[in-house]
């Protein structure tokens, strides 16, 4: 086997990437395929000029055996596991932080694979060529983030530092509909839920879902709108051009819900969805106007009542968000790997992981103990 550095999709065909990203047998994942990440790179949204130089790694023995999703850095945005902190300490002391190597979807907080190969072999092979790629570009690190679990604990024994953090995910129990779902929960959170649903009605807002090739570049437009508003509000400088929307629209359309906004016949508001073969992703939000519980209409519940139609068995609704909780979205475990080259950056964050990792697990623990569903939470009087 060997391994190569492609620095373009374009260099590799879409089956050979896609048998490893999403093997056959396998959940799906939207995110690491083909038509996703070079959508990324064809609208400009992850380039050099944006920060995101390509450096995939692909194994070969003939035909392609394993890849990995791999960007050169000169920054820390976009990628949802913060480490300005450690960039801070190593220029204060000296040292210098980019570039830095970043296994990710650029943009995406949703776990998926990431060394992406079926035999664990060829998995450690492609660690290997990570650590080697590092010392050969003279980067100062490698982060593999929201990677499996499996993988995680690996590669955690093999010298890889180990971190974690929380998202909330939404689980289906095999409900029939929203109400069911809502049946599950607590009296006084299921009166919340319904008085916010209720306030979105009352301002003669409706959702619609729109999927698939039903999709038009208006809608797209539409949507671009509310995205920019929003992102620039919020963040300062959204990441994804206008040219991203319609080539995943046109490359992966059975993979995209869109739900859609209105108000007086008026397109307001709207949120991405991603779907794969056992779970919906939500990823992007925005609207013109705003309205109390809006987000959580588009976002949350609009979601969940996908699912449930659907039979997904979950929702992951994206990175943050303690909010979530009372909504149904339940904490779940996220993973990262690191690998530094300077040993005196590798031990400070390494001690500074260990206990980190402790306060994430009481953390969890703690927001379970908040869970809104009846069979945990006291149920007051139903």
């Given at each position: 086997m060997k391994l190569r550095i492609i620095r373009s999709l374009s260099e590799i065909d879409p089956p050979s990437w896609d048998n490893c990203a999403n093997p056959a047998g396998e959940p799906i994942n939207p995110f690491v395929s083909y038509a996703f990440l070079r959508a990324l790179e064809d609208s400009r949204s992850a380039m050099r000029d944006t920060g995101w130089l390509p450096q995939h790694l692909v194994l070969e023995e003939k035909t392609v055996q394993g890849a990995v999703p791999c960007y050169r850095k000169a920054h820390s945005y976009g990628e949802y596991v913060f480490d300005h902190g450690w960039a801070d300490a190593f220029?204060?002391?000296?040292?210098?932080?980019?570039?830095?190597?970043?296994?990710?979807?650029?943009?995406?907080?949703?776990?998926?694979?990431?060394?992406?190969?079926?035999?664990?072999?060829?998995?450690?092979?492609?660690?290997?060529?990570?650590?080697?790629?590092?010392?050969?570009?003279?980067?100062?690190?490698?982060?593999?983030?929201?990677?499996?679990?499996?993988?995680?604990?690996?590669?955690?024994?093999?010298?890889?530092?180990?971190?974690?953090?929380?998202?909330?995910?939404?689980?289906?129990?095999?409900?029939?509909?929203?109400?069911?779902?809502?049946?599950?929960?607590?009296?006084?959170?299921?009166?919340?839920?319904?008085?916010?649903?209720?306030?979105?009605a009352l301002a003669g807002i409706a959702c619609e879902w729109i999927a698939g090739r039903a999709i038009t570049e208006s809608h797209w437009d539409a949507f671009f709108r509310f995205y920019m508003d929003t992102g620039s509000r919020k963040w300062g400088s959204p990441y994804l051009t206008r040219k991203f929307f319609s080539l995943i629209g046109e490359s992966m359309p059975d993979r995209i819900v869109l739900v859609m906004c209105r108000r007086g016949g008026r397109l307001i508001a709207g949120a991405l969805n991603f779907l794969g073969s056992d779970a919906l992703y939500g990823r992007n939000w925005g609207a013109i106007e705003h309205?109390?519980?809006?987000?959580?209409?588009?976002?949350?519940?609009?979601?969940?009542?996908?699912?449930?139609?659907?039979?997904?068995?979950?929702?992951?609704?994206?990175?943050?968000?303690?909010?979530?909780?009372?909504?149904?979205?339940?904490?779940?475990?996220?993973?990262?790997?690191?690998?530094?080259?300077?040993?005196?950056?590798?031990?400070?964050?390494?001690?500074?992981?260990?206990?980190?990792?402790?306060?994430?697990?009481?953390?969890?623990?703690?927001?379970?103990?908040?869970?809104?569903?009846?069979?945990?939470?006291?149920?007051?009087?139903?």
């Amino acid at each position: 086997m060997k391994l190569r550095i492609i620095r373009s999709l374009s260099e590799i065909d879409p089956p050979s990437w896609d048998n490893c990203a999403n093997p056959a047998g396998e959940p799906i994942n939207p995110f690491v395929s083909y038509a996703f990440l070079r959508a990324l790179e064809d609208s400009r949204s992850a380039m050099r000029d944006t920060g995101w130089l390509p450096q995939h790694l692909v194994l070969e023995e003939k035909t392609v055996q394993g890849a990995v999703p791999c960007y050169r850095k000169a920054h820390s945005y976009g990628e949802y596991v913060f480490d300005h902190g450690w960039a801070d300490a190593f220029a204060r002391a000296g040292g210098r932080y980019y570039p830095k190597l970043q296994v990710a979807v650029p943009f995406t907080p949703v776990a998926g694979p990431r060394l992406m190969a079926k035999e664990p072999q060829a998995r450690a092979l492609l660690a290997q060529g990570l650590r080697q790629l590092c010392e050969d570009q003279g980067a100062s690190s490698v982060h593999v983030t929201f990677l499996p679990e499996r993988d995680w604990n690996a590669f955690g024994s093999c010298g890889w530092l180990k971190r974690t953090d929380i998202q909330f995910h939404w689980h289906n129990k095999g409900y029939s509909s929203f109400e069911e779902f809502l049946s599950d929960l607590s009296s006084r959170k299921r009166k919340n839920i319904r008085k916010e649903r209720e306030a979105v009605a009352l301002a003669g807002i409706a959702c619609e879902w729109i999927a698939g090739r039903a999709i038009t570049e208006s809608h797209w437009d539409a949507f671009f709108r509310f995205y920019m508003d929003t992102g620039s509000r919020k963040w300062g400088s959204p990441y994804l051009t206008r040219k991203f929307f319609s080539l995943i629209g046109e490359s992966m359309p059975d993979r995209i819900v869109l739900v859609m906004c209105r108000r007086g016949g008026r397109l307001i508001a709207g949120a991405l969805n991603f779907l794969g073969s056992d779970a919906l992703y939500g990823r992007n939000w925005g609207a013109i106007e705003h309205h109390p519980c809006l987000h959580f209409e588009a976002c949350y519940y609009q979601a969940i009542e996908f699912a449930i139609a659907h039979k997904l068995e979950r929702v992951e609704a994206g990175a943050q968000g303690p909010h979530k909780l009372a909504r149904g979205y339940l904490p779940q475990t996220t993973f990262s790997l690191h690998h530094f080259a300077h040993p005196g950056l590798a031990q400070a964050v390494a001690r500074y992981l260990e206990q980190e990792r402790a306060a994430i697990a009481a953390e969890e623990r703690e927001l379970g103990s908040f869970s809104p569903f009846r069979h945990v939470a006291e149920v007051d009087g139903v």
